[in-house]
Nanobody, 119 residues
Framework: QVQLVESGGGLVQAGGSLRLSCVASGSSFRMDTMAWGRQAPGKQRELVAEVTSAGSKNYADSVKGRFTISRDNAKNTVYLQMNNLKPEDTAVYYC?????????????WGQGTQVTVSS
């Protein structure tokens, strides 16, 4: 069974930095896309950044140039380095694994870690 455990959230002032980590277990994730999403109060969950198995990275426009996603397949871990944080980045951040096969696509989500940015 796939399990995702996030860590690294917290309270930071605007302009500060945080690094989120997500350790995945229960499978091999080398062929999966790994990503981070976030959900602010009263808003829908949105994709923040993703990194494919081939290493291609995509970012939401709102975080381009500030956030960097990376993965370490040997450690089954995906990271999100967040710099120059803004109050609007406040949200619960979720780790995601998307597994795509010929037959199906599955999404797995972690429990989330709170990020709060004060002005």
């Amino acid at each position: 069974q796939v399990q995702l455990v996030e860590s690294g959230g917290g309270l930071v002032q605007a302009g500060g930095s945080l690094r989120l980590s997500c350790v995945a277990s229960g499978s091999s994730f080398r062929m999966d896309t790994m990503a981070w999403g976030r959900q602010a109060p009263g808003k829908q969950r949105e994709l923040v950044a993703e990194v494919t198995s081939a290493g291609s990275k995509n970012y939401a426009d709102s975080v381009k140039g500030r956030f960097t996603i990376s993965r370490d397949n040997a450690k089954n871990t995906v990271y999100l380095q967040m710099n120059n944080l803004k109050p609007e980045d406040t949200a619960v951040y979720y780790c995601n694994v998307r597994r795509t096969t010929v037959a199906y696509t599955s999404d797995y989500w972690g429990q989330g870690t709170q990020v709060t940015v004060s002005s």
